[in-house]
């Protein structure tokens, strides 16, 4: 079965940073491009980042630009998201999400995403 498993999320508080990991198992990991989302209480489902496939084209929502970081590992089949400079708006939960195409054209839209993680909460406070 096809499977994205989210961790790393946790308490932190303003200024700080976290690392969370997507694994992937059950489909072609090195094919899809990855992205990451988040939906904050009472709000909707946002867009975080976004990579292709091989790992060398990203994108980033405003929010994010110079803060996050999204890389890969097609060889553990893993996705990452690295958070520095943490702010309360931050707090949300965090999900990773695969889509069939893997190219440079960066798609934001839930719909395109075939496969998607449980979720990680991150929490930015003090």
């Known amino acids: 079965d096809e499977q994205l498993v989210e961790s790393g999320g946790g308490l932190v508080q303003p200024g700080g940073s976290l690392t969370l990991t997507c694994t992937a198992s059950?489909?072609?990991?090195?094919?899809?491009?990855m992205s990451w989302h988040r939906q904050a209480p009472g709000k909707g489902l946002e867009w975080v980042s976004r990579?292709?496939?091989?790992?060398?084209?990203?994108s980033y929502a405003d929010f994010a630009k110079g803060r996050f970081t999204i890389s890969r590992s097609n060889a553990k089949n893993t996705l990452y998201l690295q958070m520095n400079s943490l702010k309360p708006e931050d707090t949300a939960m965090y999900y990773c999400?695969?889509?069939?195409?893997?190219?440079?054209?960066?798609?934001?839209?839930?719909?395109?995403?075939?496969?998607w993680g449980q979720g990680t909460q991150v929490t930015v406070s003090s």
């Open positions: 999400a695969a889509d069939p195409y893997g190219g440079a054209l960066c798609r934001v839209e839930a719909y395109a995403y075939t496969y």
């Open positions: 059950g489909f072609s990991f090195a094919t899809y491009g």
């Open positions: 990579i292709n496939s091989g790992g060398g084209i990203t």
